[in-house]
């Protein structure tokens, strides 16, 4: 079991996300934009971030820079889930573990959510 | 006088309905029922000011995912997904709305609107908005607030929402304007239209203006006589210059020609050669006197067919670029859609020489029959404006009868010069006849004539043997 925030402004996908994640046999803490979910981890230290990318007051790729730039929280692993900049999550491997894109199937985001926390590689 | 400073819209023919475009830093209601098209409008104005250099931020309270929203687009002209957060994000402040309430969406769209440097705000959803507040008092001060910061950064704000808000609403009486969408049942069609129901610090054309979405994204047809309620240029002398009729044997009957500029109306029943006498004239197409035939009966092979079995070369006149064909089949037509696209074509290729074939195409598609008077006015006006000599054609229901109606009193006025054409019966033989019943500000022959085809089209030949009744088809000799 692993403690996860998800950063997703759209609560449709945040909730189906929590739902999956949790019968997974995750704990997960939901936030609606970046700058919750950056609260979130500098409060939970999680082991997994997944993040969307367009969000209200701070974008995935902003949180991810904000964290690989902190000691303390730039070895925690992060997935980028997005419909539109999947290409432009591809394109920072320095800040992403995993990129999928929108939509994905259930079975594709528990494998790369098991490789990022076992620091395999998920595809 | 001060004009507002505005952004365009990048629909075409909404800048012209909003009297300029939307007004920087004002807020609109964008209201209609779900599929009135309210997403599509937003989406193409914020692409287009994307593409004018802008940055937007498309807020929703929606349900559908914006992935959802981006598949739908995807089958869109002016969609271009790399603009997506890059130049427009789209950002969902449902969490913020459930969790912390409305004051708390306010501040995120504030930071946000700052943030992004969005000269254009999308919220899609305002009835959400409303469902969460305790009181109506709520949505009129979040409305009141959100356009209010907005304001302060020249930030123009479109609300979008479902609900078909009063006139007298404290969200109507917040915002600068609103724009009302609607999709009806018309008889057995459906049709779009736009109804601008406020617009504050400029005149809007009112009524209802029809608008189609096909995959270049929403355009607007302004009404016709709404939107040239004077003509483009203002009536200067009217032009002295005659110009030939194409058909042998007219120009002498009606004092020299077609006056330039003048709308001419040929009537008669089916079979008459009423189009035969305006493919005679738009013949006389060439580079000063580009033609244009807009029809809505035959397609234009069958058109140059008929042309070439009349003598007459408009295969030449195409090829050259002298003569172009459009033809518009009487289906499911949008009547402003008809006078805008003909206007267009005429002041594309400057014409000069418009046959018109016939005006009862227009008729067809207009849902609100009486508006033809006021909208041929506008139509006629133009062309007349803009150096348009014109012929329509105008079929007679009836190939005979005793009555011989002219299309309406008010339309017949509108028209320079009347000709009618008429089968008439005399000992057991049909002879097509002529008759000029008006030609505006000339002396003409009044004699009805015989026509017919000769080896260049269209020919006019002796008076028509006196008869009673010719006009009816149902000739009578005089007795002797």
């Known amino acids: 079991m692993a403690l996860i925030v998800i950063a997703e402004d759209e609560f449709l996908i945040a909730e189906v996300l929590t739902i999956m994640l949790e019968d997974a046999g995750h704990q997960v803490e939901a936030a609606g934009h970046g700058l919750a979910a950056l609260s979130l981890v500098q409060e939970k230290r999680p082991d997994l971030v997944i993040t969307d990318f367009m969000m209200p007051l701070m974008t995935g790729l902003e949180l991810a820079k904000v964290m690989r730039a902190d000691n303390e929280l730039s070895s925690i692993p992060i997935i980028l889930v997005s419909g539109a900049q999947a290409g432009v999550g591809r394109s920072h491997p320095e800040f992403f573990d995993a990129v999928l894109a929108k939509p994905y199937v259930e079975s594709q985001i528990l494998r790369a959510v098991d490789a990022a926390l076992t620091g395999r590689d998920w595809r | ?480």
């Open chain 2, 1 to 480: 006088m001060q004009s507002l400073p505005r952004i365009s819209s990048g629909v075409d023919g909404l800048d012209q309905i909003l009297g300029g475009g939307f007004i920087e830093g004002a807020s609109y209601i964008i209201q209609g029922q779900p599929g009135a098209g309210k997403t599509i409008l937003s989406n193409h104005v914020a692409f287009a000011n994307v593409k004018a250099g802008r940055k937007v931020l498309y807020v929703t309270l929606l349900a559908e995912t914006h992935d959802r929203l981006f598949q739908v687009l995807g089958t869109l002209d002016f969609f271009d997904r790399n603009q997506l957060g890059v130049s427009v994000s789209y950002v969902s402040v449902f969490q913020t709305l459930r969790d912390s309430g409305l004051s708390a969406v306010v501040q995120l769209l504030r930071k946000e609107i700052a943030r992004q440097g969005a000269t254009l705000l999308v919220f899609d959803g305002l009835l959400n908005a409303r469902d969460q507040a305790t009181t109506a008092l709520d949505v009129k001060t979040f409305v009141a607030e959100v356009q209010s910061q907005a304001a302060f950064v020249g930030c123009s704000v479109l609300f979008l929402t479902s609900a078909r808000f009063a006139d007298d609403s404290p969200e109507h009486t917040m915002v600068d304007g609103v724009v009302e969408l609607h999709e009806e049942v018309v008889g057995v069609r459906s049709v779009r239209r736009l109804q601008v129901k406020k617009s504050r610090g400029s005149a809007a054309l009112g009524g209802l203006h029809q608008f189609e979405i096909t995959s270049a994204g929403l355009t607007v047809y302004p009404r016709l006589e709404a939107a040239l309620q004077r003509p483009s240029f203002n009536d200067e002398e009217p032009p002295s210059r005659q110009l030939p009729s194409g058909v042998d044997g007219f120009d002498e009957l009606i004092g020299g020609g077609l006056a330039e500029s003048s709308v001419t109306l040929v009537f008669g029943p089916s079979g008459s050669g009423k189009t035969s006498l305006g493919l005679g004239f738009i013949n006389r197409a060439s580079a000063e006197e580009p033609a244009l035939l807009f029809g809505f009966y035959e397609t234009p092979t069958r058109i140059r067919a008929k042309a070439r079995a009349l003598g007459l070369d408009l295969d030449r006149l195409v090829d050259e670029g002298h003569l172009e064909i459009i033809w518009k089949p009487m289906t499911e037509n949008l009547l402003d859609k008809l006078g805008h696209q003909l206007l267009q074509a005429v002041r594309h290729r400057k014409v000069r020489r418009l046959l018109i074939d016939g005006l009862g195409g227009f008729e067809r598609a207009a849902l609100h029959r009486p508006r033809m008077t006021e909208f041929f006015t506008a139509l006629t006006n133009e062309l007349r404006s803009i150096g348009v000599t014109t012929v329509a054609t105008w079929e007679l229901r009836d190939l005979f009868g005793p009555t011989v109606t002219a299309p309406g009193a008010e339309i017949s006025s509108l028209i320079d010069n009347l000709f009618l054409l008429r089968h008439v019966e005399d000992e057991a033989r049909y002879t097509k006849a002529l008759s000029i019943l008006k030609v505006r500000d000339s002396s003409f022959n009044p004699a009805a004539h015989e026509v017919n085809f000769g080896n260049k089209g269209l020919a006019v030949g002796v008076p028509l043997k006196p008869v009673a009744n010719a006009a009816t088809g149902l000739a009578i000799p005089y007795s002797s």
